[in-house]
């Protein structure tokens, strides 16, 4: 294929300290496939590739960002290690995954131990890229980086109304989704950075299709 492609590593923060594991997992990803599958933001389904990871191809290399943030939303109370390869990928892509092969899958294995070993900044990270370009590298982990250091503070609560406002798009009727006040549900999704969160994923949309396309 001509233009890279992007591949996602994720795998489960402190695995071990959670029940029922894999059955949270499989059910968690098994809607997120039908929402990015229906959407066109994966080009096939996630895999399960180990006990606590799972890996895919996005449909385009701009849809990382937005791909990132809901699984952070939709796999919560899991957190996630998030590595992102940008690079070539093997011809033919059909399922599963975890057949193939190429250099984005190589890039997404050294992101997500950078994530691992905490080798990329001097504060905890949950997101990395690698690609064959150090000075994007060098920028979208930088952006990463600050942007999980909102990501660690948000609360479970603060989490239930960010994954209400996904599907209920206005306040007023997040708030009543949650039976709390508009001024509560408000105030739950700026102290649990929702706008920057959103803010930081579309303009990272912008930087990936103007640097990949």
């Known amino acids: ?3 890279p492609a992007a591949v996602l590593i994720a795998d489960v923060i ?19 496939n039908a929402a990015h599958l229906r959407e066109k933001r994966i080009r096939v389904p996630y895999a399960i590739t180990a006990g606590d990871e799972f890996q895919v191809i ?37 399922t599963p995954v975890n057949r193939l092969a190429g250099e984005a899958f190589l890039f997404a294995r050294r ?5 691992k070993r905490g080798t990329l900044h001097r504060y905890p990270t949950l997101t990395a ?48 989704a949650l039976k709390i006040d508009s001024s509560t549900a408000s105030r739950s999704l700026r102290r649990g950075h929702y706008w920057q969160l959103a803010e930081v994923a579309e ?9 990949w396309s």
Request: charged share 25%.
């Open 129 to 176: 890229f690698h690609s064959s370009q150090p000075a994007f590298d060098g920028l979208i982990n930088l952006v990463y980086g600050l942007n999980d250091t909102l990501v660690l503070t948000v609360t479970d609560a603060q989490w239930r109304a960010i994954d209400t406002y996904f599907a209920k798009k206005r306040v007023d009727r997040t708030a009543r």
């Open 14 to 32: 402190q695995s071990t300290r959670q029940p029922h594991l894999r059955a949270m997992l499989t059910e968690r990803l098994r809607t997120a």
């Open 58 to 94: 996005a449909s385009a290399i701009e849809c990382v960002p937005e791909l990132i943030f809901d699984l952070r939303r939709r796999m919560h109370p899991l957190h996630l290690r998030i590595g992102v390869g940008i690079g070539r990928v093997r011809v033919p892509i059909r």
């Open 111 to 115: 992101a997500i131990e950078d994530v």
């Open 203 to 211: 303009s990272l949309k912008t930087l990936l299709r103007a640097t």
């Open 1 to 3: 294929m001509k233009r």
